[in-house]
């Protein structure tokens, strides 16, 4: 990704030449690169300097158009006969008054066609230059920087000093002076600070969002940063002397880039209906997690990490609790606060640099100066005092270091600077040094705090700190806090959905959601999802007095008639596919024709009919996520053991073999406690209730069976065998109900039933292992577990 480039960023780049027939061939060959806006200025020992451009005056332009006007004027009185009806005068005034309006036409036309450099420009440069020099000037963008430097150092006799002056910067150099950060506070004070601020804030959703939206204020730090970013790059083109900082945005320009384009592609398009926002003060309309973010970065100097974020929100949370929305949309307004902490660190350091060529100039004209006498240092010094009569502290220190030992410039020079600066130069100098040293804290505490936020695990972090979360695992079932994320999350967007719609908070709907719960006297029923996202959701709607929009009542309509709607739609969609062009023919058909081409259509009207109605069903009704629990962390839990069976066929040894082997894989990826592994077998089906390799095979899988479990620990590994009956349906012997029927015996087994065909089902393995097994996973013979996945 490159930043976009932003119109208008010129670049006046300079090459100071001791030759002027050089100079000016290198003019030339500026015309000739087609850099329309070039000029060289000469100076001569005693005379003033003269500046010589490419193309036509605006002098030249009117003196040529003024002859034409004359010429148009006299041919048009000529040709009507009336020259000779006029007095001398009055012809005089007449051809004047042609020759003016021609004139002042191919003036103005010559000023706005003609491509030149800015004037301003011309008469700084033609202020600063000394004697015997020439000096060339291309006004280019700054994309054009460096083919401009290769003509101006493409001479053999001499090589050129090369500057370059920038165009003003588009941005307020008051709105970046913010992020620099001297101290760095305690993790009390910061809890102490994000108490206080808590209290200090309030909200309502009623107040009107105020201030450029999210993707605006992003819009605008890219455009600062690829202005900075272009600008250093032009530098660096030019073998500028670089500061640290400098060094380091140009250096991480990839990890901006990254940064910038994750958060346009992450950002929704609207954000403040969606989030609380601050009810009253400056700030009065704005989100409060965003304020609430950049007081975070600011508090924490801009480096941020995982701990710090989760001491800042528990503090402010003890006060006031965030909603889900806001938690969610922390890590967005962190980023979007660090890309503008970014933004001001940038401006500052383009600022340097600039005054730092600046002041490699400035040190070149007055070291010439010297060269030349006294009164021209001097004429040079008020020369820089016009432009600079009020010098910064890093332009005069980056002066002093070039001026080091020239000891005729630099007694004037540092009075001039101590006057303007009210301080002593050495002084002001170690200030601008420490000032340096805190900007490159800041900037790599920033850089780093971006590459930080990036990597954190933010669903797991969310968990940890959210105040709905902790409510929620209050759940009277204690099922709650066994959920996935991802049910969990569904959980969590109801209460979110029950409280916009009801005008209440979310936690009166979570207290509402657990009172029910405690109330209830059926075991699902004790269960907090159960009013969040399954049959007792309505309960809880009516119990806050929301008012379900006509949208979600309608999806839940479509949901509760689904069969009845998607049939109904493909007939009718079908119907109307095939009955429109036969009602436009039907008149010019006979009815037997138009049967045959009604069936003939049947088949395609059905086929689009399904592609249709599919695609407005998934657009309508979104995919929902089925509710599941995950012992990732803490792993299965006694009251939750487990039993993972592969249904298979006992066909030969070599495949009984292989199927043990996978087994045992299955098993090295899952070694929970409280998860055993089962081979549910059947034989091949068969002529007879038995066959002569029946014997051998389960030898063979039983052995097996034994061998896990002497090299992994008794009690982990299991058999499940039972014999052939006969089918009418197949007329061969076979296992009953095939694979379905396996698993039918295996949970009758489980729950401990007798029957006589369970008897001897379990032919390996510790029966009383099998005891108070909750969940059978079913996995095929040819389907792996990978690592951990049984925990999910």
Same mark, same amino acid.
């Given at each position: 990704?490159?930043?976009?480039? =932003? ?40 005379? =003033? ?16 158009? %003024? ?43 010559? &000023? ?18 000394? /004697? ?27 090589? *050129? ?6 165009? *003003? ?93 994750? %958060?346009?592609?992450?950002? *929704? ?61 922390? /890590? %967005?307004?962190? =980023? ?28 070149? &004209? ?22 600079? *009569? ?98 969990? $999350? =569904? ?19 979570? $207290? ?159 070694? $929970? ?11 091949? $089906? ?107």
């Amino acid at each position: 990704m490159r930043f976009r480039r =932003r119109e208008g960023d010129r670049v006046l780049v300079v090459g100071i030449f001791q030759s002027p027939g050089i100079g000016q061939a290198v003019l030339k060959n500026l015309h000739r690169a087609r850099f329309r806006r070039a000029a060289a200025i000469h100076a001569s020992t005693g005379g =003033r300097p003269r500046v010589e451009e490419y193309g036509v005056s605006a002098i030249d332009g009117a003196t040529a158009a %003024l002859a034409v006007g004359l010429a148009i004027g006299a041919f048009t009185l000529w040709q009507r006969g009336i020259l000779a009806d006029f007095r001398p005068g009055m012809l005089a005034l007449l051809l004047t008054a042609f020759a003016l309006a021609g004139a002042l036409s191919g003036w103005i036309l010559v &000023r706005l066609l003609r491509e030149h450099v800015d004037e301003t420009w011309l008469a700084r440069c033609a202020s600063a230059i000394l /004697p015997d020099e020439t000096l060339v000037m291309a006004e280019v963008e700054a994309s054009e920087t460096a083919r401009v430097l290769v003509i101006l150092g493409d001479v053999e006799a001499e090589a *050129p000093l090369t500057f370059a002056f920038r165009s *003003p910067r588009p941005f307020s150099v008051e709105s970046s002076t913010r992020p620099l950060w001297e101290e760095r506070p305690s993790i009390q004070h910061l809890s102490e600070n994000a108490a206080q601020l808590a209290g200090s804030i309030s909200v309502s959703r009623e107040a009107q969002p105020r201030g450029q939206s999210f993707l605006r204020r992003l819009r605008e730090v890219e455009g600062a940063l690829e202005w900075a970013n272009t600008r250093l790059t032009m530098s660096a083109k030019m073998h500028h002397a670089f500061t640290l900082s400098a060094e380091w945005l140009l250096d991480n320009a990839y990890l901006i880039r990254e940064q910038v384009t994750d %958060l346009r592609r992450s950002l *929704p398009q609207k954000y403040y209906g969606e989030l609380p926002l601050i009810a009253s003060g400056p700030e009065a309309g704005l989100p409060r997690v965003y304020r609430v973010a950049s007081e975070m970065v600011s508090e924490s100097c801009g480096e941020l990490g995982p701990e710090i974020i989760r001491k800042f929100l528990v503090a402010f949370q003890a006060v006031t609790p965030l909603d889900i929305g806001e938690l969610w949309a922390l /890590p %967005l307004m962190l =980023r979007l606060q660090l890309l503008e902490c970014l933004r001001a660190l940038a401006i500052q350091v383009e600022q340097q640099q600039s005054q730092s060529e600046e002041a490699d100039f400035w040190a070149n &004209r007055l070291i010439t100066a010297v060269r030349h006498s006294s009164p021209r240092l001097l004429k040079m010094l008020e020369e820089l005092m016009e432009r600079h *009569p009020e010098p910064t502290a890093h332009f005069a220190s980056e002066l002093m270091v070039h001026l080091h030992d020239e000891e005729a410039a630099l007694p004037v020079v540092s009075g001039w600077l101590e006057r303007s600066l009210r301080a002593p130069l050495l002084e002001v100098m170690q200030q601008e040094h420490r000032r340096q040293a805190v900007q490159q804290t800041a900037l790599a505490d920033v850089i780093n705090s971006c590459r930080l936020i990036a990597q954190i695990a933010w669903p797991e972090f969310f968990e940890s700190i959210s105040w709905a979360e902790s409510e929620l695992a209050a759940d009277p079932a204690g099922v709650y806090a066994r959920l996935d994320f991802e049910t969990g $999350d =569904r959980c969590r967007t109801a209460v979110e959905e029950i409280a916009r719609w009801s005008k209440r908070s979310e936690q009166e709907i979570i $207290d509402q959601a657990l009172a029910l719960a405690e109330a209830a006297e059926d075991e699902v029923a004790r269960h907090v999802g159960y009013y969040l996202i399954d049959a007792g959701r309505r309960a809880l709607e009516r119990a806050s007095g929301a008012r379900v929009p006509l949208a979600e009542r309608s999806r839940r309509w479509l949901r509760a008639h689904a069969a009845g709607v998607y049939f109904g739609s493909l007939l009718v969609l079908a119907v109307t596919i095939v009955g429109a062009p036969l009602l436009f023919i039907a008149g010019a058909v006979p009815g037997v024709t138009l049967g045959l081409l009604g069936l003939l259509l049947l088949l395609p009207a059905s086929e689009l009919a399904v592609l249709v109605v599919n695609y407005f069903v998934t657009s309508i009704l979104p995919p929902q996520v089925l509710p599941k629990m995950s012992f990732k962390k803490e792993g299965i839990p006694n009251d939750c053991r487990t039993v993972v069976v592969v249904p298979t066929l006992l066909t030969t040894p070599d495949a009984i073999q292989s199927e043990l082997n996978r087994l045992e894989i299955r098993y090295l990826g899952n070694t $929970d406690a409280n998860l055993r592994f089962s081979l549910l077998t059947d034989f091949a $089906d068969a002529p007879r209730q038995s066959m002569p390799e029946d014997k051998e095979y389960i030898d063979i899988v039983a052995r097996g069976i034994e061998e896990l479990n002497r090299r992994h620990g008794a009690g982990r590994f299991f058999l499940f065998h039972r014999g052939r009956s006969w089918s009418e349906s197949e007329q061969r012997w076979i296992g009953w109900e095939r694979k379905r029927g396996k698993l039918e015996q295996l949970n009758r087994f489980l729950i401990g039933e007798s029957a006589p065909e369970l008897e001897g089902f379990l032919c390996a393995g510790d029966r009383n292992q099998l005891e108070s097994i909750r969940f059978v996973i079913t996995l095929d013979a040819d389907t792996q577990l990978l690592r951990g996945t049984a925990r999910r």
